[in-house]
């Protein structure tokens, strides 16, 4: 077949911009017959490293610089003609709803959080993201009939689709996610050194991945925080890494509130090898997410070596296994005693080191990539039949 990839989120190295990297690196390496042809925006399309992860087969086609919307719905399918696709994979959650007749159409649903309501993911979001949840709800209640293969990140995952669109279970295929390869246990006290050092961290600190979205529940790392921090006299830091300047500042007005404003430290964003590296630098991850359709970080700190204190929403738990420390994610109290447990318990620490090392290897972006090109080998290309073909013109007179 010749596949078409949606990989404009290529350029995104975040959430599901990693699962499209991720996956492309994997299916990269696999031996297929197959012909890749990638849908990327025209400003990747251009760059010299655009293609960063692809192999020989793959065939880049750049997408106009218009609106995301444009671009799905109406350049979209013209390219998809243009180019021959037999069959279309857009792993982002949203999809063309017109394709050309003879494209058959996969799509990977991460999750169904622009169904559910606001108020069970932690209040309102801003305007750009509700106009982003309908967008998608509009797309996904079309699903049942255009999609011809359906995949997902989690067994959750697969649960909530079900409910909320009524898609038979069969129709599923489950593909989990992995930590990237280099998200892994480092040997190396002076780069972890520095890294605490270009961050003004001490020996010991708590990492957090921030977030503006409600739903990560940021606030509640804060409020735990400060709880650990009254209840004992340990000195930890927290640093909370990903959130803007505009957000940092609003959280380092409830730190400054608390009395621990020195203590609360805001990097920003920063380059995934500085995020290895403090991974490997903290004593303890805190991830207090209401949902996750899959939950990578929980993934990522414990291909680190690093022992996590995390929420047990959405798919978390199917992720997390029995190698972490699960909590309500609206229980502050639960969420500072366990940092608490784990700060002052070198042999549960070293437990869930290891435990956590063992279940990040049980996940593979090989395995979810040969589980992929199953699913696509499984939606047949349209095939002509005996009576689409001319009769057969004998040159044998006789």
């Known amino acids: 077949m010749r596949i078409g990839i949606d990989a ?3 350029s995104y190295r975040r959430g599901m911009g990693n699962y499209v990297y991720s996956l492309l690196n994997a299916i990269g390496l696999m031996d297929t ?4 042809v990638l849908f990327v925006d025209a400003a990747h399309a251009r760059r010299t490293r655009a293609a960063e992860p692809v192999s020989g087969r793959w065939k880049l086609v750049g997408l106009p610089g218009s609106s995301y919307v444009i671009e799905e719905q109406l350049a979209l399918p013209l390219l998809l003609l243009r180019h021959r696709v037999d ?3 857009c792993p982002a959650n949203t999809f063309p709803l017109l394709l050309p007749g003879k494209v058959k159409l996969a799509v990977t649903i991460h999750d169904v959080m622009y169904l559910m309501p606001e108020c069970e993911l932690g209040g309102r979001s801003s305007i750009y993201q509700r106009l982003g949840r309908t967008y998608r709800a509009l797309l996904v209640r079309s699903l049942k009939r255009r999609a011809a293969s359906l995949l997902t990140v989690s067994h959750r995952s697969a649960a909530d689709i079900g409910s909320y669109l009524g898609i038979p279970r069969e129709r599923l295929t489950v593909t989990h996610e992995a ?4 998200f892994r246990r480092l040997d190396d006290s002076d780069r972890t ?5 270009r961050f003004g961290l001490g020996d010991d600190f708590i990492l957090a991945l921030g977030g503006i979205d409600p739903r990560k529940n940021t606030e509640a790392v804060f409020k735990a925080y400060c709880a650990f921090r009254r209840r004992s006299n340990l000195r930890h830091k927290l640093a909370v890494v990903g959130l803007p300047a505009s957000a940092g500042a609003r959280f380092a007005r409830i730190a400054r509130h608390a009395g621990f404003e020195r203590d609360i430290v805001f990097p920003g964003f920063v380059s995934e090898e500085e995020l290895v590296l403090l991974y490997n630098a903290a004593s303890m991850f805190v991830y207090p997410s209401r949902y996750e359709g899959f939950g990578l970080p929980v993934l990522e700190a414990m291909s680190c070596g690093t022992p996590v204190v995390a929420s047990r929403a959405g798919a978390i738990p199917e992720v997390a296994g029995d190698a972490a420390i699960l909590v309500d994610a609206e229980d502050t109290r639960a969420m500072s005693d366990s ?3 784990l700060a002052g318990n070198k042999s549960l620490r070293a437990a869930l080191v290891e435990r956590g090392l063992r279940r990040a290897s049980q996940f593979s972006w090989e395995r979810c990539a040969r589980e992929t090109i199953d699913a696509y080998e499984r939606t047949r290309p349209y095939e002509y039949s005996v009576r689409d073909c001319p009769p057969a013109v004998s040159a044998d007179p006789r």
């Not at 017959?33 to 890749?36: C, G, K, L, N, S």
């Not at 930590?179 to 280099?182: I, N, S």
């Open 8 to 10: 404009r989120l290529l």
């Open 33 to 36: 017959r197959h012909e890749f």
């Open 87 to 89: 069959l279309l994979h």
């Open 179 to 182: 930590a990237p390869p280099y």
């Open 193 to 197: 050194s520095a890294v605490r050092a």
């Open 339 to 341: 940092m608490l447990e």
